[in-house]
RNA sequence: GCCCUCAUGGUCAAGCGGUUAAGACGUCGCCCUCUCACGGCGGAAUCUGGGGUUCGAUUCCCCAUGAGGGUACCA
């Protein structure tokens, strides 16, 4: 059986749509499951839309997912050069067999011959006499297009999308050079996957109706066209709840945004992998060897399907929940701006509280932010019914603990939990009656991100005694 | 306008002629618990509509509708 050989051939526009990362995966995956090879082509055909450094995003996307490829620009190979913009004489060379069999013509319309109200592609410059355009191609700009033969039909099949058939009148005289010489990316496409001995593409559903026009170029070549699979568009919900094209203004659209904003590569590729594709099986989970191990085509999903970022934010708290302590502490580093800095020094302990509970690092400044944000607060948070706590009980267990807490030299989670529950058995009353006006009290808020004591010790000793004594002054007054 | 494609809960999805139509996220309730989170248990929620074919359609065919894409000297 042929080699599998897969490609990924991002435009270089400067960021990594999520969409095209999920392709680059699809197309790895793929290549990996059957031992074959995953390439690395760079379309920069398009001038206009050069990006400084763009290509170093891709390398870096690539490296931060282990996508590795194993021939590129950057590590060469048996076909090189991979970049379009430096195989320039070898698409025009092709191009010009296309115009000499017949299967191509040279085209010098100006490119708003066409008018806006008719669609799709007219002129009759491919029946010019040949001493006409000779004489033209002198003197005049031009572009050379695909002849679509007319009244045929077209078939082919996709492994995805079954077996399809077009009726060539369909189809326009597309552009393969451009007056600059330079490829169209449905030309240069076509040129390069053959050239480079591809034999599985996998791209995005958009191009599924161009397809036809490149099974013309590949019998107009007498090449053998590589199996292809289409994978579906990922869409992004709209407040009014339509969707569209997952784009900006649904959130972070690019990995480097979604690395950002707190998210895991892994989770990011987990999450991907099962948009638009299925294992068949109840587990979501997998790692990018389980992933390869599984891959295959008729996983694939032909419709659209919506990006759901609180699904992605489940998994990415999968992966954290999964990270050694040392893991988590050296990567939430980077994310630790915006938290108090009594959070900061204590890092090393706040970090396996904060751990557990988010879904993404963003969340860090935010999860202990009121630990520095203390003001009065509503005395009614002291009232718990399933403790029975009352405005008076509450300040009760203030007075009784405060002294306590005051002589308590190892300021420790332990201790302090420590003298909570003795005085709790002491009195017979349950263990949150007592740690519950504490915690309240430490950090002036209901909901916290960890108990009484973890809370007091984070916020320190002459911090924590303030606060107590500040609430049961305030609860005095109120008794 | 023309062409292509798709259509299972709010979302991701399994299903490939006979099923109580999996599972996950989210959501709701309960349990656990000093709060939250985690965890455990349970609930609500899906086959776009209409025609066929068939003993029987979510599943096959046709039409309609909706959605996406193409119709670029962009990819």
Redesign the pocket.
Known sequence: MEKVRTRF???P?GYMHIGNLRTALYAYLYARHYGGTFVLRI???????FVEGATEVIYETLKATGLRHDEGPDIGGPYAPYV?SERKAIYEEYAKKLVESGHAYY?????D??DEE????HCDCASLAPEIVKEKLKSE???I?QKIPRGQKVQLHDEV???????T????D??L????K????????VIDDHLMNITHVIR?????????KYELLYEALGWKSPVTM?V??I?G?NPD?????LSKRHGSVSFAQLVEAGYLPEAILN?TA???????????VFSLAELIELFTA???????????Y??????N??YI?KLSHEEFLEYSKKFLEGAPSFVKDKWEFASS?AQ????TFGEIGELFKFLEDYKDFDLSLFE?K??KLTLEASLNVLKDLYPQFEKLEDWS?ENL?AI?SNYAEGRGI???????P???AT?G???????????MYLVGKEETLKRLRRSIERLEKEV
Request: aromatic share 8%.
């Open positions: 051939a991002p435009s526009t379309e920069d055909t398009d001038q206009k839309r379009q085209c010098f319309c100006k490119k011959d066409t008719s669609y799709g592609h700009s031009y572009v297009r999308f079954g077996d399809i058939v077009v009726d009148d369909t189809l326009d597309q552009v050079l451009k007056s600059d330079l490829p169209t990316y449905n030309f240069a496409n995005g559903k958009e191009y599924i109706s161009s397809a036809p289409h579906s568009t869409m919900q709840g339509s969707v569209s094209k999450y099962l948009l638009g594709w299925s294992p068949k099986m109840e587990r979501e008729d996983g694939l999903v032909k419709a659209d399907c919506v990006f759901d609180k699904k992605l934010a489940w998994m708290s999968i929940s509280l557990g509970r988010i879904e718990n399933k403790n989670v939990n909570a349950k263990l949150g009656a007592s740690m519950w504490p915690r309240i950090a808020q209901m909901v916290t991100p960890g108990g009484m004591g973890e809370m």
